[in-house]
């Protein structure tokens, strides 16, 4: 069956779904009504919503901040296995490719953990089964008592020449941030590939793609100037956006914040990005840049799936703002669970 010029109706039908999944989020005005709340309100809130068979199924077993930890990564997990087994064609291998980035998510959470000596059921309640490495392969890498064996036990996975050629440095230092760049890099490079492959759709995934690698390019460069590193920081730079690696290297050299911000608007279009770059111009934290930029991320996102309202896009936006969802709601948890105050917390949320 063909719908609309030509498309079919799977493909609709799922786009359709997206949307109405999207319509289904928690609201904005639903975070900071909870900001006011306790705990055990907030559990019973969030219990109320899409996460109620979580809930209620993990309920007799976990408490307290436990319950909402383990409740949101299953349900999460549960939401992206979902929108794969109904995503039909082409957009079933660009949502594959995408969901590939919660591999590297889990493994660098494993490494931690194993490093910091953390409990297994304490690794494994924040774990994410959305990529190619499902419940089972991730339980197999949990079963392994340090980092080494981690990563010998994923030999034969595309990831491990990376893992392999980066632990060292990353026992030595005592961090992963490397070894998680040098792996997104990877990520990145194999998915322009394959959808610069002549695959249908591919150059609306690409767009989505750039415009990822720009914002993450951008976080790092914010944190960079934040930590003050005046070091050569190419390897750092993500190759397929806007920013080339002499731009990157470049811009880390600029100590003056105008003329920073001045030199990325001279290299970006992008209005909504043009505009907050100007009011980023005065010195902000590392936190409130990283949440506007994704916030600018997200709105572009929509723009992207307005026009193209049945291809890749409205799937991404789906994707990436249930993953948002999720953040929000365990960072609202950690915070009360802390003990920080509201407008600590609000800080940490993407709303």
């Known amino acids: ?37 306790g705990l055990p309100e907030i559990t019973r809130i969030i219990g109320e919503t899409e996460y109620k068979q979580e809930i209620d199924e993990l309920g007799t077993t976990f408490k307290g901040i436990d319950l909402i930890e383990v409740a949101l990564s299953w349900n999460l997990a549960k939401e992206y296995q979902k929108i794969q087994e109904i995503t039909p064609g082409t957009l079933k291998t660009f949502t594959q490719a995408y969901l590939r980035r919660w591999d590297i998510q889990n493994v660098l ?27 089972q392969a991730l339980d197999r890498l949990l079963g392994e008592e340090n980092p080494e064996r981690v990563i010998e036990a994923l030999k034969g996975h595309h990831m ?32 322009i590939a394959g959808a610069e492959s002549g695959i249908k759709g591919g150059n609306l995934f690409l767009d989505f793609i750039r415009l990822d690698i720009d914002i993450k390019n951008l976080k790092t460069l914010f944190r960079l100037r934040a930590d003050a590193l005046d070091a050569d920081i190419r390897e750092m730079h993500i190759p397929g956006g806007a920013l080339s690696a002499t731009d990157f290297a470049n811009l880390n050299t600029i100590k003056n914040q105008g003329e920073f911000i001045d030199m990325l608007k001279g290299l970006y279009r992008q209005k909504a990005l043009l505009a907050l770059l100007d009011e980023i111009r005065e010195e902000k934290t590392i936190r409130d840049v990283e949440t506007r930029l994704t916030r600018v991320q997200l709105e572009q996102m929509e723009k992207m799936s307005k026009r193209h309202p049945i291809s890749i896009h409205p799937i991404l936006v789906y994707l990436e703002k249930k993953k948002y969802e999720v953040f929000n709601l365990r960072a609202l948890a950690r915070g009360k669970e802390s003990k920080l105050p509201s407008e600590k917390i609000v800080d940490y949320l993407v709303m």
């Open 109 to 135: 959470t494993i490494l931690r953990g194993r490093m910091q000596g953390a409990k297994t059921g304490k690794i494994k309640e924040i774990l994410v089964p959305a990529g190619s490495l499902d419940t």
């Open 160 to 191: 491990y020449p990376v893992l392999a050629r980066e632990y060292p440095y990353a026992k030595e230092s005592g961090s992963f941030s490397r070894m998680e760049n040098e792996l997104f890099k990877q990520f990145y490079a194999e998915i």
């Open 1 to 37: 069956m063909v719908g609309m010029r030509g498309i079919s109706a799977p493909y609709i039908y799922v786009c359709t779904r997206m949307r109405v999944r999207k319509a289904k989020l928690i609201p904005r005005e639903e975070y900071q009504r909870m900001l006011n709340m």
